[in-house]
Antibody, heavy 117, light 109 residues
Framework: EVQLVESGGGLVQPGGSLRLSCAAS????????MSWVRQAPGKGLEWVAN????????NYVDSVKGRFTISRDNAKNSLYLQMNSLRADDTAVYYC??????????WGQGTLVTVSS | SVLTQPPSASGTPGQRVTISCSGS????????VNWFQQLPGTTPKLLIH???QRPSGVPDRFSGSKSGTSASLAISGLQSEDEADYYC???????????FGSGTKVTVL
């Protein structure tokens, strides 16, 4: 069974940093693109970033470029999102997603990030 | 949102409901479309992939199609458990970003 378990969310002040982690199991992690998708309270889905199987290619939504960094450790079956210079509008549930554009898409349960003073 | 969906759709049990998703030549026009279902209080789930393919376990009353720069999701034989938010999504080659529609809330009357 495919499992994606996010962690690292919490309350942080504006301008602060957080590192999200996603532990993957039940599939061949190093064979899939991985993404982070977020959902602000009461709002729709927003793709944040993705990373190629070997980590050689990364893409970001414009609003997080220069502030967020996606990475992965295939030896640990783990995906990460380093978030710096956090703003109030980054407040959202962050989902770890396997192969978002394909037929194997699977989502974690999400971790809540709240940016507030 | 880069992809345009109607904010809401509704129908009575057994009816057919269709949700549209309009994009551009760089998104839907040149890439596959996925549809996601988010039941109230739950995580999004893949409903349709590759424009019109249903993953294992998705009832055949859900179907997807694509033509040019638009796509649509149809729910035939609407059931109460289909009340949810539905999102279309596709890669946008110009933005180099995966884009979602704004979501359509389906209500079963």
């Amino acid at each position: 069974e495919v499992q994606l378990v996010e962690s690292g969310g919490g309350l942080v002040q504006p301008g602060g940093s957080l590192r999200l982690s996603c532990a993957a199991s039940g599939f061949t992690f190093y064979s899939d693109w991985m993404s982070w998708v977020r959902q602000a309270p009461g709002k729709g889905l927003e793709w944040v970033a993705n990373i190629k199987e070997d980590g050689s290619e990364k893409n970001y939504v414009d609003s997080v470029k220069g502030r967020f960094t996606i990475s992965r450790d295939n030896a640990k079956n783990s995906l990460y999102l380093q978030m710096n210079s956090l703003r109030a509008d980054d407040t959202a549930v962050y989902y770890c997603v396997r192969s978002i554009g394909g037929g194997k898409s699977a989502w974690g349960q999400g971790t809540l990030v709240t940016v507030s003073s | 949102s880069v992809l345009t969906q109607p904010p809401s759709a509704s129908g009575t049990p057994g009816q057919r409901v269709t949700i549209s998703c309009s994009g551009s030549s760089s998104s839907i026009g040149s890439n596959i479309v996925n549809w996601f279902q988010q039941l109230p209080g739950t995580t999004p789930k893949l409903l349709i992939h590759s424009n019109n393919q249903r993953p294992s376990g998705v009832p055949d009353r859900f179907s997807g199609s694509k033509s040019g720069t638009s796509a649509s999701l149809a729910i035939s034989g609407l059931q109460s458990e289909d009340e949810a938010d539905y999102y279309c999504a596709a890669w946008d080659a110009s933005l180099k970003a995966y884009v979602f529609g704004s979501g359509t809330k389906v209500t079963v009357l």
